[in-house]
T-cell receptor, first 118, second 112 residues
Framework: GAVVSQHPSWVICKSGTSVKIECRSL??????MFWYRQFPKQSLMLMAT?????????EQGVEKDKFLINHASLTLSTLTVTSAHPEDSSFYIC??????????????FGPGTRLTVL | KQEVTQIPAALSVPEGENLVLNCSFT??????LQWFRQDPGKGLTSLLL?????REQTSGRLNASLDKSSGRSTLYIAASQPGDSATYLC???????????FGEGTQLTVNP
């Protein structure tokens, strides 16, 4: 099956610094990538949808200037958390879709990145 | 706005028991529904995907059904094992390449 990787798997940073998280589709071209956030004991909430070569579409309540998303190629999307604060501490998960997997448009999920802001 | 609810929030059963997890959604205009498994601190593993035109899907000891008109899906796990312990999430999507809307999950514990 299709594989999606994320790097790093976990990161600890100081308040006020920026952190970049990478999401890669390893064996397929991802026309669309999604970024989700999951707080402890809660479900996944979509933050933004990105299509290769175009600006990301953010969900209501998600600050686009704080969570910068770049989908520069068909295999890589990055999420940069700028000026991180402790309340940004969460589990960030990306998913990728080629839009052509037997017509099911299946989203393949990465393993997630645990961000802790001190 | 689509809302997805999963019942129960947590479930503890002895090994070998058959069990059913429930998922309901408020907007029946879905494209497909997926069941995922999530182990603590890990990403998601897709278990079963049911297209809106389908009634059920099976994979090994897992069987998922979909009743789109009533906005319900069930995940049936036969002969549960301790290795089945995880959080099970259901999610629906409205269209091709559309966002997934997740339920809050059912945390399953299977006791040896």
């Amino acid at each position: 099956g299709a594989v999606v990787s994320q790097h790093p798997s976990w990161v600890i940073c100081k308040s006020g610094t920026s952190v970049k998280i990478e999401c890669r589709s390893l064996d397929f071209q991802a026309t669309t990538m999604f970024w989700y956030r999951q707080f402890p004991k809660q479900s996944l909430m979509l933050m933004a949808t990105s299509n290769e070569g175009s600006k990301a579409t953010y969900e209501q309540g998600v600050e686009k200037d704080k969570f910068l998303i770049n989908h520069a190629s068909l295999t890589l999307s990055t999420l940069t958390v700028t000026s991180a604060h402790p309340e940004d501490s969460s589990f960030y998960i990306c998913s990728a879709s080629s839009g052509s997997d037997l017509g099911t448009d299946t989203q393949y999920f990465g393993p997630g990145t645990r961000l802790t802001v001190l | 706005k689509q809302e997805v609810t999963q019942i129960p929030a947590a479930l503890s059963v002895p090994e070998g028991e058959n069990l059913v997890l429930n998922c309901s959604f408020t907007d029946s205009a879905i494209y497909n529904l997926q069941w995922f498994r999530q182990d603590p601190g890990k990403g998601l593993t897709s278990l079963l995907l049911i297209q809106s035109s389908q009634r059920e899907q099976t994979s090994g000891r897992l069987n998922a059904s979909l009743d789109k008109s009533s906005g319900r899906s069930t995940l049936y796990i036969a002969a549960s094992q301790p290795g089945d312990s995880a959080t099970y999430l259901c999610a629906v999507t409205r269209g091709a390449l559309s966002r997934l809307t997740f339920g809050e999950g059912t945390q399953l514990t299977v006791n040896p």
